[in-house]
């Protein structure tokens, strides 16, 4: 009996996290379409680019534009992360 209640629960709970696998509504089907056929487009080495966001300032030092322009042109990074501080003295 326990273990049908507990297959229920997971089976229910398998429905409902696919439910809730639905996109953002700010996202329109034309822009699907445009994100889509842009993907498609791109190489592996691109793809996998976009996958990486690297840290633009190291250990609160100010950040290296000519560095992170190579990023942007020789591994088609994704994207730039800016923190403040120090990266370890944000440990607890």
Known sequence: MLKRYFSFILSV???L?????KGPEFLEP?????VDSVFSQLTVEEKVGQLLMPRGNVSGRPHDV???MRYVKDYHIGGIVFLPGHLLSKQG
């Open 13 to 15: 709970l398998f429905c």
């Open 17 to 21: 996290s696919i439910q809730a696998q």
């Open 30 to 34: 034309a822009q699907n379409h445009w």
């Open 66 to 68: 000519e560095k992170l």
